[in-house]
Structures are given as structure tokens and as C-alpha cells.
């Protein structure tokens, strides 16, 4: 828990930070393939299962200076088990490439998940999530860029289940996704 608490309060204290500094602000939209690991522990069978389907993200942000950039976004995926949207606040440090319009981005991102399961027996849940993404960002033009990313979610919705003389627990472990965004900077 104080691995989560750290890693928050390091987003939350470079959001805060950001409206000191002169940069541009930006908005954005992404759509992408995400994969989501399901696990059903039990007293008589344990199973995983991956879902895959498409995944849809709307962001804003601010350049602080030309090597970090902080946003929010709010993102959305749904499947056959369920649909879980996400609240995100993320830290780039963008790494340029050479003389080109390129450059190379890692960070750290925290929010919280709203995921709803599609069955009777599961409540949907509020959820804690913290991971990471990395990618490669192209500079159009000074309003236009573009990139291609990818994202892990640790998460933490976990469910206790019963069905008569059966007990155990489902949970969603982990989040990936492969994405293209475009931003425009204003």
C-alpha cells in the first residue's frame, strides 16, 4: 500500500508543479488494443483468462518544458466479460532523437478504474491502478503530434465468489495496452 501512496503523491506533486512554469497545454485523443488478465481463484478450479478489445482514450495535458509533459485522461474499454473506465493522471520524460521531429517517451501513470463485470454475482468497484508507458512521439508540425505507445495498469479489483458449496475470489490483475494518439497543442 505505501508503494501505491508514494507513487500517487509523485503525480499529484508534479500536477501541482506544473502551472509555475510557462508551456503548452495540449489535448488529445488515442484509440488502441488493450488486453485485460482475469483470474478466477476457487476452492475447486483456478483459471486465468485474457480479454482483448479495443480501447478509447480522451486526454489533456501540459508540456512543462521540452523534455516533460504531465495530462489527465479518461479512458474507456469494453468487453465481454465487462466495461471499465479509466481516471489517469500520467508523467512523461520525453527524450529527443537526434536533430528529428522524434522523440522517445517513458513515464508513470496512477489514477483510479471503474470496472463493471457482466454478471449477477460480481459488484462493479472503484479501484486503485498505478503502472507505467512508453513509446515513441512524432512532432508534426508546433500544433500537431502523433504517437505510439504502449501502457501496463497494475490493478486491484479483486471480488469474493460463491456459488453454493463453492467459494474463491475474482480478480483483474493487469492492464496492457497498445495504442496512437493524436494531440493538439495549444
Known amino acids: 500500500m505505501k508503494t501505491k501512496q508514494l507513487i500517487l503523491a ?20 488515442a484509440a488502441g488494443y ?20 479495443m480501447a478509447y482514450q480522451l486526454r489533456v495535458g501540459k508540456y512543462i518544458n521540452d523534455n516533460s509533459r504531465v495530462y489527465g485522461t479518461y479512458g474507456y474499454n469494453s468487453e465481454d466479460i465487462g466495461k471499465q473506465q479509466n481516471f489517469l493522471l500520467s508523467y512523461d520524460y520525453l527524450v529527443p532523437l537526434g536533430q ?7 513515464g508513470a501513470t496512477a489514477g483510479m478504474t ?33 504517437e505510439i505507445g504502449y501502457q501496463y495498469l497494475k490493478q486491484d479489483y479483486e471480488k469474493d465468489v460463491s456459488n453454493g458449496a463453492n467459494t474463491g475470489s475474482f480478480s483483474l490483475n493487469d492492464t496492457q ?10
Not at 16 to 22: G, N
Not at 114 to 140: C, E, K, P, R
Not at 178 to 183: E, G, K, S, W
Open 34 to 53: 488493450q488486453k485485460n488478465t482475469y483470474e478466477l481463484d476457487s476452492s475447486v478450479d483456478g483459471s486465468k483468462e485474457k480479454e482483448k478489445d
Open 177 to 186: 495496452q497498445v495504442y496512437l494518439a493524436i494531440d493538439y497543442k495549444f
Open 100 to 106: 528529428s521531429n522524434m522523440n522517445w517517451f517513458i
Open 114 to 146: 471503474h470496472t463493471s463485470i457482466d454478471t449477477a454475482n460480481l459488484d462493479s468497484g472503484n479501484n486503485f491502478v498505478w503502472g507505467g508507458q512508453t513509446g515513441f512521439m512524432y512532432n508534426i508540425n508546433d500544433k500537431w503530434s502523433t
Open 10 to 29: 509523485g503525480v499529484i506533486t508534479s500536477m501541482m508543479s506544473v502551472p509555475a512554469m510557462a508551456s503548452d497545454w495540449f489535448v488529445g485523443g
